[in-house]
């Protein structure tokens, strides 16, 4: 093999046009071998593709022996090929039969060439298949000539997956037939059936060869620039939640955009006549299949961030930065994704989406209380799908018992369609208690409401039988809005939600946004803890502007009717008392003019900043009504952020001393006759809304899958016994109490 591969840029363009031929993949698989030969001027250049069982089969040769095609195979790790595949480096040897891992093969006649290089054929990261050439003379190959060869194997992977299957048992590797399951956290009961689409679609790399290097340096440059400008950016804005982003992982990507090794890398994969987005796909390949053979299960870890620097470098190459909810959706689509923010998820058309799989994020997370709202099957913390699904793929979502099975079998298939119709009986029965009122057996009624956001989450009242909406996230209608709305958007929706409920109470929780609730127009700065910083009361109370601008849409849009404003994250009577201030103000204003006005105006503070349960007898008589917001109050009782998967679960939300606050908080509504409810993701689960009725709770708000569940508990329960049973459990117990739930729904027939 001599230093002339200056010839392979015209091999390369030769292998495009083989790969464009109409023939047989096997005729195409033949060419491919004499091309690289005659190009290379090598005696031997052999083929070898991975069977599924992880086998290495013969496939092609120019210079072996014919009859050795599909008749040789090697064990996983056999031979110089298998060493080689496993190892997924390029490797060579001056004298190749007396390595010890040589693996002699009678059939191939192969035992007159000494020389042997070969260089893994890598998709993914992952070895399907390994290059060989052979010569009879002794001789060490240049960097040059290895280079080379490693170039034409990256072209000739996205060849055999565009070829497909050889022979009946030799994968390409791009096509992976089977069946796969994967466990995760429920998110959002629900089952769903249906095909893979994945959030950030990858970018298939078709144009692989260059025709003006020199260009293709600017291209990738200039892409360079633009993500490492953006990343900057997005790490001094400090708005990270947009796109579901956790500091650490843009910290990641950062320290790879600017690492000079890489920049190299990419350089010398140009240098070889490859496209800008080929040498990116090249240099993940290499990346990814030396970091999956590392020992350190933190390099492994970072496996995802290489992948999603390329993505992103591949999508400015192409000039695509869609997500796939702007794209063309299956019926029955399945949305796969490392993270995501709440904002992307209700970018995708609710008609066709079944399911949501995240690898990242926590069960309480914002995206993930989207989910519950929507009714969309999902669960997160799914390690490693990403790298095993394809687009198209067909799956099982089992939200119920934290499952995801990609290319089910058809045994599988079949067991689930029993528990989709199972599913379907469960969801008649909870539907025939749509017009019952919520009665404990000793005669307490419970309010229960449902939680909304926007227009089209109004028919789930009339669906789900609630009593009204306890809470309306008003922030959802700013998040996916490009620019801030204008006071007419505002109150046209507001009396849309209003006209829907009908008689039925709305409680419209004023502006909640900062934390991970970031608007894509208003940009806040960079916090170290978001979740305690400039957010909802305190962002209203410090632009003044914006909280007027939603309670004069509000007061407009309730003209004649009740209207209930409820005010986020109060941590001290005061903010109240200000914010008060503000909306009476804006009543006045309305009231001079002579325009019409709400019939009743209710103003209410949410309870989920600790600091309040000191000053409640102080706040209480202030307010017309007040609401628990369970999530934030968990987390900032036990200092654990409920994004965070590290500690997200350190706590029990039937912890003895959060059943104290909620206990104290209801004990003092009820002294200072104040209406009360909770609208957290506690009230949407049976054991726990049992739990809430005993500490004394008469009302509470949940997502609307959530209602027909906790109406039958309800309804099968005696507050009163439960009360005395959870009063002593809370003084007795020291840990969480979820067990002796349990036991005691047990004993009473309490449909939990």
Excluded at 38 to 54: F, K, P, Q, T
Excluded at 186 to 200: F, K
Excluded at 252 to 265: I, L, Q
Excluded at 548 to 557: E, G, H, P, S, W
Aim: charged residues 25%; negative net charge; contains cysteine.
């Amino acid at each position: 093999m001599p230093a002339s591969v200056g010839a392979p840029r015209q091999m390369l363009r030769r292998l495009r046009e083989v790969m464009a031929e109409r023939e047989s993949a096997q005729a195409r698989l033949d060419k491919v071998v004499v091309l690289i030969a005659s190009n290379i001027v090598a005696e031997v250049c052999s083929l070898y593709l991975r069977r599924r069982d992880g086998s290495l089969e013969l496939v092609a040769t120019e210079g072996l022996n014919p009859e050795a095609v599909h008749n040789t195979h090697l064990k996983p790790g056999e031979g110089l090929v298998g060493l080689i595949a496993e190892q997924a480096e390029p490797m060579q040897f001056a004298d190749a039969q007396h390595h010890p891992a040589f693996s002699y093969r009678p059939e191939t006649g192969e035992e007159i060439y000494h020389s042997f290089v070969g260089v893994p054929i890598l998709r993914g990261g992952h070895t399907i298949g390994v290059l060989t050439v052979q010569n009879r003379t002794h001789r060490h190959y240049g960097d040059e000539e290895v280079e080379a060869l490693q170039t034409t194997a990256m072209v000739i992977a996205e060849m055999i997956a565009a070829l497909g299957s050889v022979v009946d048992e030799v994968t390409a590797g791009a096509k992976r037939d089977v069946s796969a399951p994967f466990a995760g956290q429920v998110v959002s009961e629900g089952v769903a059936l249906g095909h893979v689409v994945l959030h950030e679609p990858r970018i298939v790399v078709t144009r692989l060869i260059a025709e003006d290097v020199d260009l293709e340096r600017r291209r990738l440059l200039q892409a360079i620039e633009e993500l490492t400008g953006a990343i900057d950016e997005m790490m001094e804005r400090g708005d990270l939640a947009r796109a579901g982003e956790h500091r650490e992982v843009l910290e990641a990507f950062r320290m790879f955009a600017h690492d000079h090794g890489w920049r190299r890398r990419l350089d010398e994969a140009l240098a070889t006549g490859l496209t800008a987005e080929a040498a990116v796909q090249r240099v993940r390949n290499d990346t990814r299949a030396r970091m999956l053979r590392m020992p350190d299960a933190r390099f492994r870890d970072r496996l995802h961030d290489i992948d999603d620097l390329s993505n992103r470098l591949l999508r400015l190459l192409s000039g695509g930065s869609e997500t796939a909810a702007m794209g063309n959706l299956p019926e029955d689509a399945i949305v796969v994704a490392r993270t995501m923010g709440p904002a992307e998820l209700l970018d995708y058309d609710r008609q066709r989406l079944r399911g949501l799989v995240l690898e990242e994020g926590g069960v309480n997370s914002h995206v993930a209380i989207v989910a519950r709202a929507l009714g969309i099957a999902g669960i997160t913390q799914c390690k490693g799908v990403l790298e095993a699904v394809e687009p198209g793929d067909a799956a099982i979502l089992d939200a119920e018992g934290g499952e995801l099975h990609l290319r089910p079998t058809q045994e599988v298939i079949s067991a689930y369609a029993d528990k989709v119709r199972f599913r379907a009986r469960r969801q008649a029965q909870y539907a025939a208690l749509r017009s019952v009122p919520a009665v404990t057996l000793d005669g307490q009624r419970v309010g229960l409401n449902i939680n909304a956001g926007l227009l089209f989450d109004l028919p789930h009242l009339d669906q789900s039988g609630a009593d009204g909406i306890g809470l309306f996230r008003t922030e959802l209608q700013f998040m996916i809005s490009s620019t801030f709305p204008r006071l007419e958007q505002q109150t046209r929706l507001y009396k849309s939600i209003l006209d829907a409920a009908g008689e039925r109470p709305v409680v419209f929780r004023s502006l909640d946004v900062g934390g991970d609730k970031v608007l894509p127009y208003f940009r806040g700065g960079a916090e170290e803890n978001p979740a305690i910083g400039w957010r909802a009361i305190r962002m209203a109370l410090d632009r003044p502007a914006l909280f007027r601008t939603q309670v004069r849409a509000l007061l407009r849009a309730a003209q004649g009717r009740d209207l209930r404003i409820m005010l986020p994250m109060i941590a001290d009577v005061s903010e109240f008392e200000l914010a008060r201030a503000l909306i009476d103000r804006e009543l006045n204003i309305l009231k001079r003019h002579g325009r019409p006005e709400p019939k009743r105006l209710m103003v209410g503070a949410m309870i989920e900043v600790p600091a309040l349960l000191w000053q409640l007898d102080s706040i209480l008589p202030l307010v017309d009504f007040a609401s628990v917001g369970s999530n934030d109050l968990m987390q900032f009782l036990f200092a654990a952020d409920r994004g965070n998967v590290r500690v997200a679960d350190r706590f029990d939300s039937l912890n003895p001393a959060a059943l104290r606050a909620l206990r104290q908080i209801a004990l003092a509504a009820e002294r200072h006759e104040v209406p009360l409810t909770l609208c957290g993701e506690m009230a949407g689960r049976p054991l726990e809304a049992m739990a809430l009725i005993g500490v004394g709770f008469r009302s509470i708000s949940m997502a609307p899958a959530s209602v027909g569940p906790v109406k039958a508990m309800v309804l099968s329960l005696d507050a009163g016994d439960l009360k005395q049973r959870l009063d002593a459990l809370i003084e007795e117990k020291k840990t969480s109490i979820r067990e002796d739930l349990k036991r005691y729904a047990s004993e009473k027939g309490v449909q939990i």
